[in-house]
């Protein structure tokens, strides 16, 4: 598959410069299709047959198995969730931390991540977001560290393995910046998430959880996927592997667009992506300050001399389509493999206007 090819299956990309998947990605054709597909097969054959369960049970097999790929893992470490939110949710709630536990986090995490970690119960404690930092905050109540692999305002790639092998902490990882969007090695991870409308490019709401080992993880938050049997005093018995921890019935039409979603990534969308992101990256540094370091992911975040948000009105009037981050002074842009140098050249020359 050629770039010129890949790049089509995405029909807002005739008119726009879309550089804002790490909100949410464009959708293609295929995926659009399949989730039409299955709607109008729901609309005329109904929802609730034998037969149409019997599909949906086999198709979350196979979302599982893509979004099992996407992070170089078995298939029966992976459950299915709604977002990335909804899986650091499930694995705070799991893992019953109380006011004597601490958890390390870093002070550029998104509320999905945060949101979770607050309301487990556990005294957080908030760190710069740097290695040294974070495993600075470490003591010995500390009992999980949850950051990003890559950071949501800045780009910044944290080393997962450093911080794995100097504190021996489990690890809660937001991947919302990070699946789909570079090479994952999941590695010694204990809880790695996924949201797949992001790089994944699928429709909402879908994502994913790596669970290394879910014996160890308690259902805190059982959906009716979670179990295998149970009876009438809510008693049940888990399905195997971290499909315990599927977060509820994602619908045939979704499934089928995510499915479509995943099978159509090119093989070289890693070399493209961090390709046309250092492209963006050196064009913008003439103009603009640039935060993200070199080389660390597919996020480009920089901060304009004048108001983020007016610059992102401005460039949306020119039909490019980036993303203030709030409260920051920050503006993002999100650059896919499917990104072309067209689309940096016309945010770039929007930049300067403005």
């Known amino acids: ?80 969730t709604d977002s990335t939110s909804r899986a650091c949710a499930i694995v705070l709630a799991g893992l019953d931390l109380g006011a004597d536990d601490e958890v390390v986090t870093t002070d550029q995490e998104h509320f999905g991540l945060i949101g979770p970690v607050h309301a487990s119960g556990a005294y957080v404690v908030v760190a710069e977001a740097s290695e040294e930092a974070v495993l600075a905050a470490v003591t010995p109540r500390t009992k999980l560290l949850a950051l990003s692999h890559v950071l949501w305002t800045t780009g910044r790639r944290l080393d997962l393995d450093r911080l794995k092998r100097d504190s021996g902490l489990p690890l809660l990882v937001d991947g919302a910046q990070s699946a789909g969007a570079i090479p994952v090695e999941v590695g010694t991870c204990d809880f790695y998430t996924v949201s797949a409308q992001k790089w994944l490019c699928a429709p909402e709401p879908t994502g994913a959880l790596y669970v290394r080992d879910p014996e160890r993880l308690r259902v805190a938050s059982p959906s009716y996927a979670a179990q295998t049997s149970y009876d009438a005093s809510g008693a049940f018995t888990p399905a195997d592997g971290a499909a315990r921890f599927d977060s509820g019935f994602i619908g045939l039409p979704v499934l089928a667009g995510l499915i479509a979603a995943l099978g159509g990534h090119p093989d070289w969308r890693y070399e493209r992506g961090a390709e046309i992101a250092g492209r963006c990256r050196e064009r913008l540094a003439g103009h603009v300050e640039v935060v993200t370091p070199p080389g660390h992911s597919t996020l480009v975040s920089f901060r304009p001399p004048g108001d983020p948000a007016e610059l992102v009105a401005a ?35 929007g930049v300067v206007a403005a």
């Open 1 to 80: 598959m050629t770039f010129e090819e890949a790049r089509a299956q995405f029909p807002v990309l005739d008119r726009y410069a879309y550089l804002n998947a790490g909100a949410s990605g464009p959708l293609a054709r295929q995926t659009v299709e399949a989730l039409v597909a299955e709607a109008e097969r729901n609309l005329v054959r109904g929802r609730a047959s034998k037969a149409e369960f019997e599909r949906l049970l086999a198709m979350r097999v196979d979302a599982r198995r893509g979004l099992a790929a996407v992070l170089g893992v078995d298939p029966v470490n992976v459950a299915l």
């Open 315 to 349: 460039l949306f009037e020119r039909d490019v389509i980036v993303r203030e981050l709030p409260g920051r002074n920050l503006v993002r842009a999100s650059c896919g493999w499917w990104t072309s140098d067209e689309d940096i050249t016309r945010l770039v020359d």
